[in-house]
């Protein structure tokens, strides 16, 4: 019963997480298609160029939430842990945010109770940005890219 509190708490920063990044994704995808169909007109080179750029941007500010919350669950009592180490710091909880995101896995440094929970979602938002981002990508290059 004493680790409920922790789990609440990963509970709650996976969610707040999870949904900014979602909210962002969609937000920046609904503005790169909307500039680049008002600038139908431009160069597809540049096009895709700026929307491989857009999205690969979108996934590091993602990576960046995460690893905030990473930063910050970590630093709450009953939360858990990640062994091999007694304290992450902030370049730390990046690195795993972007394994967890990337869904690398992890190596020597393994969550450790509660916040497992944040590991496994993280895994599963970034594969879904990514094949969203992947999805975005290609309908770009199907509008822009004309056959010569």
Not at 95 to 107: E, K, V
Request: hydrophobic share 60%; net charge positive; aromatic share 12%.
């Amino acid at each position: 019963m004493g680790d409920l509190p922790g789990y609440v708490v990963v509970i709650l920063g996976t969610l707040v997480a999870a949904m900014l990044c979602v909210l962002m994704h969609y937000e920046g995808l609904y503005r790169m298609g909307r500039r680049f169909r008002a600038g139908a007109n431009s160069a597809g080179r540049r096009q895709m160029l700026l929307a491989i750029l857009g999205v690969l941007a979108l996934h590091m500010a993602e990576i960046w939430i995460f690893g905030v919350a990473w930063w910050t669950l970590l630093h709450f009592p009953d939360a858990g842990s990640i062994s091999g180490n007694a304290h992450v710091q902030w370049h730390g909880a990046l690195f795993l945010s972007a394994l967890a995101f990337t869904s690398l896995g992890f190596d020597a440094w393994v969550p450790v109770g509660a916040i497992r929970i944040l590991a496994g979602v993280e895994a599963l938002i970034g594969l879904v940005l990514v094949a969203w981002s992947a999805s975005f990508a290609f309908l770009q290059m199907q509008r822009h890219w004309k056959q010569d």
